[in-house]
């Protein structure tokens, strides 16, 4: 989660991190609520071919796809962390 980097000093050097944060949490809420309805996503290949429907194939791919928004949504917000790149100006090269 990015919640601890929200501070007013972040937010007013890098605005987009409040629509992106909370873009982030809604993608875990939306996870959460896919996994709820199909349960058999979360037990893994031991689905049996009579419980695939297009509705579990697509929420498979929601997921999926969720799951990498959240990683690149992640490291963007690491990346322009204002706290972050004063850190790293400190590293001798």
């Known amino acids: 989660m990015t919640s601890d980097m929200l501070t007013p000093a972040v937010l007013a050097s890098v605005p987009?991190?409040?629509?992106?944060s909370v873009l982030l949490e809604t993608l875990f809420?939306?996870?959460?609520?896919l996994l709820a309805r199909?349960?058999?996503l979360d037990e893994g290949p031991?689905?049996?071919?009579?419980?695939?429907?297009p509705a579990l194939c697509?929420?498979?791919?929601?997921?999926?796809?969720?799951g990498a928004l959240?990683?690149?949504l992640e490291r963007y917000?690491?990346?322009t962390n204002p706290r972050r790149a004063s850190?790293?100006?400190?590293i001798p090269y």
């Open 70 to 72: 959240a990683v690149s």
């Open 58 to 66: 697509s929420a498979d791919a929601v997921v999926v796809h969720l």
């Open 87 to 90: 850190y790293l100006d400190d």
């Open 29 to 33: 809420v939306a996870r959460s609520a």
């Open 38 to 40: 199909h349960a058999s």
């Open 77 to 79: 917000l690491e990346a």
């Open 16 to 20: 987009e991190h409040t629509v992106l």
């Open 46 to 53: 031991s689905v049996s071919l009579a419980e695939v429907t």
